[in-house]
């Protein structure tokens, strides 16, 4: 849902003031196209905007948003693969999906509104109460300080008018914990009815039904630092960016750093490498999520560059170079004290072996391997010469991306 809000005030629909469904995809097995927590509308005309699966199901999501529309009530549709019924609505590649459908009542189109004011790139969270004894939306604006006590409209949203107070609810603390990592996915909690508040707590014979929450987190974006103004660097700005990165271009040259090309950047900085990189380490601008590309090719700047990364808890630190050179950067970071582990997490030379010679070919074996170190599962392979699933489920994901995850109440 989140990545529809930018285009929703355009939206022709919404524009003339339209009823419309949210239809959202709660639960996915398998090798399915579009994660938990993607969500397409449709208006009650037959309009779209966005897409559950590249087109295998949509046609039934659609029916399903109309009925939903014409009597106020939410619908659940699961979608697989059927090779007896070659004709009816699935996925032909095998998976399987959950999709919630509901009408936007009033809460859910206030909280559309609330998410258009925030900035892109701004960190926010939607929690939507998806099961049938409650409903409506709430939107975070800070999901890295959430807490249930702090937020009203969280607690009403959780309660859906029962007596209980599920505040200082353990559950409520691993929601909160959930939102603050930057989960996105399907969260279930026993009934607030089911909380213990004493002698006449309820039982599990009276327990409620669990309570099923939507959480759509968006982060900051993750930070790509690309040091060197070159034609490597200038290539591999906007190929940072098409991925999503916050892409910063740093140079200790001005005469290079200054150049029209590297505008697309969102930042452009002048400075020596390492001392830019320090800096922002200790205004704790960096997470483990920033990747670093050192393309300077040059020992003074690359050294204390590569001492400096090495030495911080990042995603990703790669040195351009040939074998040659990169066996004299090895020698040189252990002749400085660097340990022989920390040099082996160096990607260098830097990319995959993909027979890239220009600038843009380099950019995209670099981006290649940036989308390969993420899984320790990635054999680099053509997809024809593996076997398996193509998507990794949220297990196999890696630790700092979390997909689906579910939360009891005991």
């Known amino acids: 849902m989140l990545d529809l809000i930018p285009s929703l005030s355009s939206w022709p629909p919404a524009v003339a003031g339209e009823r419309y469904a949210v239809a959202t995809v709660v639960a996915a097995t398998g090798s399915v196209p579009r994660p938990v927590g993607t969500s397409m509308l449709v208006a009650e005309s037959g309009a779209v905007l966005g897409s559950l699966s590249g087109g295998c199901v949509e046609g039934a999501v659609v029916a399903l948003a109309l009925d939903a529309m014409h009597d106020g009530g939410t619908r659940h549709g699961t979608f697989g693969y059927s090779a007896a019924d070659a004709f009816a609505a699935g996925l032909t590649c095998g998976g399987e999906l959950g999709i919630h459908i509901e009408p936007a009542g009033r809460s859910l189109r206030e909280a559309v509104g609330q998410l258009a004011t925030v900035p892109p790139g701004e960190p926010v969270a939607l929690v939507r109460r998806l099961d049938a004894g409650g409903s409506g939306a709430v939107v975070i604006p800070d999901p890295a300080t959430f807490s249930v006590a702090g937020s009203p409209e ?64 968006r982060l900051a974006p993750p930070r790509m630092l690309v040091f060197g103004a070159n034609d490597f660097g200038a290539a591999l700005v906007p190929a940072g960016k098409l991925l999503g990165y916050r892409v910063t271009l740093v140079d200790a040259r001005p005469a290079f750093a200054g150049q029209a090309r590297f505008a697309c950047a969102d930042d452009v900085v002048t400075e020596w490498p390492h001392r830019y990189l320090a800096a922002q380490a200790a205004a704790g601008r960096l997470d483990p999520r920033t990747v670093v590309c050192v393309l300077s090719h040059d020992p003074k700047f690359d050294i204390p560059l590569l001492e400096t990364a090495l030495a911080l808890d990042l995603a990703y630190v790669g040195a351009m170079g040939s074998r040659r050179s990169h066996l004299q950067r090895v020698d040189d970071l252990l002749d400085i004290g660097v340990r022989p582990e920390k040099i082996a997490e160096l990607h260098s030379p830097i990319g995959l072996d993909l027979g890239a010679v220009t600038p843009a070919e380099v950019a995209v074996s670099v981006t290649a391997e940036l989308i390969a170190s993420r899984s320790r599962k990635s054999s680099c392979a053509p997809l024809r010469e593996t076997s398996g699933p193509i998507h990794q489920t949220a297990a196999q994901a890696a630790p700092t991306i979390i997909s689906q995850q579910e939360i009891a109440w005991t």
């Open 154 to 217: 969280a607690a009403a949203l959780l309660h859906a008018g029962g007596d209980h107070t599920v505040v200082a609810h353990t559950g409520v603390a691993q929601l909160e914990s959930f939102l603050r990592s930057g989960g996105s996915g399907v969260v279930t909690m026993a009934s607030p009815g089911t909380c213990p508040t004493g002698p006449d707590a309820a039982t599990p014979d009276d327990a409620g039904e669990p309570v099923t929450l939507l959480v759509e987190t």
